[in-house]
C-alpha cells in the first residue's frame, strides 16, 4: 500500500489496541503502543531510501529483505527496545505485540496489491503478488480516516476498529470473489492461458489485465466481469546472441528482469549504436507501458547507457539516455 494508508492503519491498530487491558489502563503503555503501531506500519518501507541512489537497486530491494520473515521478526524487537528507553514502565511484551502486529499487517497486505513483496524470504525469492488492491485504495484509506474521525470526536475506539476491520474482512473477501469470477471468464475466452496477471486500478470495477499464453502476450482492459483485448503480442523467447547476452547482463536489465514476470523486447540496430528495449505489458496507461528497461551499447557490445523504471513520456526517455542520431 502507499505511505498514506500504512500510516492511518498505524494510528487505527493503536486505537484497536485499547481492546487489551493491559494498554487501555496503563497510560504508558497505551501511548508507546500507539508510537509502535505507527512506526511499525511504516519501517518495512525504510528501503525506498534506495531510490535515492537508483532505480535498479531500488527495484531490485523494494519491498525484499525489510518484507522478509526475519524482517517481520527483528524490526519489533527494535522499535519495542527504542521505547522501552523513554518508557521503562511500559509492558514491553505487550509493546513487542502490538509493533509485531503493525509490522505482520504492513507487509500482508503489501502482498494483495499487484506489485508485490518477497515476503517469504529467505525460503523463496519469489514475488508474492496477489493482485486484488490497487497500492492506493480509496475505500481502504478512506473507512480508516473516517475511524480516525469518530474516535478524534470522543467515540469508542475499541467499537470504531473492531468494527472498522470487520468490514475490510468482508471487503477483500468481495474484491477476491471479483478477481476470481474475471479469471474465470478470461480463461473461457482464451482456452490455452497459463498465467493471469491482474492489475487493480483505483476505479473499484476496473482492472489492467496481462495474460500470458504458450504463443502469446495479451494485453487488456477489465470492467466488472467484462473485458477487452487492446495489445497482442508473440511470446518470443531472448535469443542466445552476443546482442542480447550483453544487454541482459546490464545492472538496469538485470533489475528489470528480476522483477518482471510478463513483458516484450525488441531490438534496434543503427549505424552508430544498437537499442534493446524490454518493456513490461502489466502497467498499460494511454497506450503506453510506462515502465520499461533499456539499453543502448555499441557494434562492439560496449553499453554506453541503460536506464530502467517507470516515464510516461517518450521524449523524457530520450532525454533519459540522450539518444545520438541512427
Known sequence: ???????????????????????????????????????????????????????AIYIRNHRGITHSIPAV???????????YLFYPEVNLLHVWLWTFLAVFLHVFVDIFNAYGTQALRPFSSKWVALGWINTFDPFIFGIHALGIVFWIFGNDPRVIFSTMYIVLIGYYLYRYSIRKTLVSVIKKRIPDTEQV?????????????????????????????????????????LPDTPVMNTAIKDTNVAAFLSFSPVYRWEIEEGIRYIEVRFIDLRYRSKDHYPFFAVVKMDHNMNILTSYTGWIYSKEKIRKKLEILPQ
Open 73 to 83: 521478526v527483528l524490526w519489533p524487537f527494535i522499535i519495542a527496545l527504542l521505547l
Open 1 to 55: 500500500m502507499d505511505t498514506g494508508t500504512h500510516f492511518v492503519m498505524g494510528i487505527a491498530l493503536g486505537g484497536l489496541a485499547t481492546i487489551d487491558p493491559v494498554v487501555f489502563n496503563h497510560p504508558d503503555t497505551y501511548q508507546s503502543v500507539l508510537i509502535a503501531t505507527i512506526v511499525g506500519s511504516q519501517i518495512p518501507d525504510i528501503d525506498t531510501v534506495l531510490k535515492l541512489r537508483n532505480n
Open 197 to 237: 496477471i491482474l492489475s487493480p486500478t483505483m476505479k473499484f470495477f476496473q482492472w489492467r489485465i496481462a495474460v500470458i499464453t504458450k504463443n502469446k502476450f495479451y494485453v487488456a482492459y477489465a470492467y466488472q466481469s467484462s473485458f477487452t483485448i487492446v495489445d497482442e503480442f508473440e511470446r518470443i523467447p
